[in-house]
Structures are given as structure tokens and as C-alpha cells.
């Protein structure tokens, strides 16, 4: 199932340029404000080597802008979103949305209750996918 998910939305935010794991970065940053590259990684469940790529991808393509941190010594960078990051941003939340709409509505109200009860008891406990 997670591959079909994967699949889906990777074609689903194909038109917007952007990856699944681009669009993760997007939606961090545009609405839970996570501006730190570590914590972005965290979030996103990648290293930071592999955020640091994908942050140039998404800078290059005029996604994302990259300002010095709280530090104020250059070594830290804060990240946020350009006019057409947030375009973008918008665009993948409603691809996340209609593909979350489409399998849901394939479960009684109560089936999707006990499945998302079930994958929590699942994940619960287990280290952040950034931690592999």
C-alpha cells in the first residue's frame, strides 16, 4: 500500500516539479515553520546530506531561499519559502489532500478509525525514519 501511495503522489505532484520528499520540505516549511535545515531533515525523515541536495534543487528551481541563521556567523542557514515556493506548497497540500480523500473514502468512518488506530500502535515507539 505504501508503494501505491508513493506512486500516486509522486504522479500526482510530477506537474508541479516537485518530488514527494520536495513537496514534504515545502509543506514543513510553509506551514509548520520549520526553517532549520536539521529539523527539516528530522521532519522529512532523510539525512542531511540527502537534505542538503534537496534543498539545491528546490533553491535552483526558485522553491526556496536560503538566509543566515540565529547564529549570524554564516555557518547556519535558515530556509523559507519563495512567492512560488508557496505556490507550489499550496498546490502539493491539495495533492496530498485528494489522494488522502480518495483512499478514505474507500472506508466506513469506523474502518478508517481502527486502521489509523492500528498503524499508531504500529509506529509507536519506533525511532524517527531520519535515526536509519
Known sequence: MARILQIRLERDLSPLGVTRLGALVLTAIGEDGITAPSALAERVGVTRPALSRLL??????GLI?????????????????????????????AAFDALHAHF?????????????????????????????
Open 56 to 61: 539545491r534543487g528546490l533553491e535552483t528551481k
Open 65 to 93: 531561499a536560503r538566509t543566515p541563521g540565529q547564529a549570524g556567523d554564516g555557518r547556519q542557514k535558515a530556509v523559507g519559502l519563495t512567492p512560488q515556493g508557496v505556490a507550489a506548497m499550496v498546490e502539493a497540500r
Open 104 to 132: 478514505s473514502a474507500k472506508l466506513t468512518p469506523e474502518a478508517l478509525a481502527h486502521l489509523t488506530a492500528a498503524l499508531d500502535a504500529l509506529a509507536a515507539g519506533e525511532p524517527a525514519p531520519s535515526a536509519y
